[in-house]
């Protein structure tokens, strides 16, 4: 009985950490994602419930009700083709450092306005 505990355990505990490691930052909420993984890897059970609690930010539900056999539950919208593919940026390294350096200037011009260039 207690094999059983420690291996279902030592798969929750697993789960958790890829889950922890695999989320945005945005995804988690209430502690930072090192502290997280220190709280599942040091008291497993109660991080790894913690975790699944109160820890990780769900998928919202669709705010339409739809019954269990209705086949608008499983619709998701298609991918985007990969024609189109991702938008890129077309400028050079130095436009865009100096863009970077102009904006570094206006926002130290607004942090000290009695200072002129």
């Known amino acids: 009985m ?3 505990f420690s291996f279902l355990l ?5 789960g958790a950490l890829v889950d922890i490691i695999r989320r945005d930052e945005g995804q988690i909420k209430h ?3 090192v502290v997280w993984v220190l709280l ?4 497993p059970l109660i991080g790894t419930v ?9 998928d919202r539900r669709p705010t339409e ?16 083709s990969p024609a189109a593919g991702p938008a890129r940026d077309t400028r050079s390294t130095e436009e865009q450092l100096a863009e970077l350096e102009r904006e570094i200037e206006y926002y130290d011009k607004l ?4 200072q002129t260039p």
């Open 2 to 4: 207690y094999v059983i």
């Open 10 to 14: 030592l798969a929750l505990m697993i």
């Open 31 to 33: 502690l930072p994602k």
């Open 40 to 43: 599942v890897v040091f008291l």
């Open 50 to 58: 913690l975790w699944f609690t109160i820890g990780r930010e769900y």
């Open 65 to 80: 009700n739809v019954s269990f056999g209705d086949p608008r539950r499983w619709h998701r919208e298609p991918p985007p």
């Open 111 to 114: 942090r000290r306005p009695d």
